[in-house]
């Protein structure tokens, strides 16, 4: 199975105001690389969003602008490329929008949400957030909302339900993008 994973953090409800990403690559169902960076956002932050990641203004203050890091990812979105998120319809509006904002071509992408997979093969959890299915899975979360930490279990709950249910069932989730 080869696909990517990706996961952000914004500084509040505008979906351009990324503060980190991250992005694993997922080669024959192995994690083989990792990617993970600040990020400048050109707006002010919510003490909200502040409380959820933790991260601050000064954390990012010399953290590089979102279209710095994207000339180091943007190979990964191609029309081939399959890219995974828990609650991906968050993470695909967040590059869209920051794309948008900077005046940025968008990919186009296959999309795969964890979090429609989880419901589908986990009906009995209490719910599909990112804790409870990586706990339910055995799958490490060391910090929750921190997009490597995040990217990286959605990352392995992808390949464990790939291994437990096969591949075939998930092909019917993908979206285009």
Known sequence: MNFIAMDFET???????????AVVVVRESQIVDEFYSLLNPPTDFSQQNI????????????APSFPLVWQKIQQFYTSEQLVVAHNAAF???????SLEYYHLPAPHYLSLDTVKTSRRFYPQ????????????????????????DDTMAAAQILLTQAQEFGVDPLKNLVKVI
């Open 11 to 21: 500084a509040n409800a505008k979906r351009y105001s990324a503060v980190s990403i």
């Open 51 to 62: 409380r959820i990641h933790g991260i601050q203004p000064r954390d990012v203050a010399d």
């Open 91 to 97: 993470d695909n509006s967040v590059l869209k929008a």
């Open 125 to 148: 959890l209490i719910n599909h957030k990112l804790n409870t299915v990586a706990e339910a899975l055995d799958i490490p979360l060391n910090h929750h909302h921190h997009a490597l």
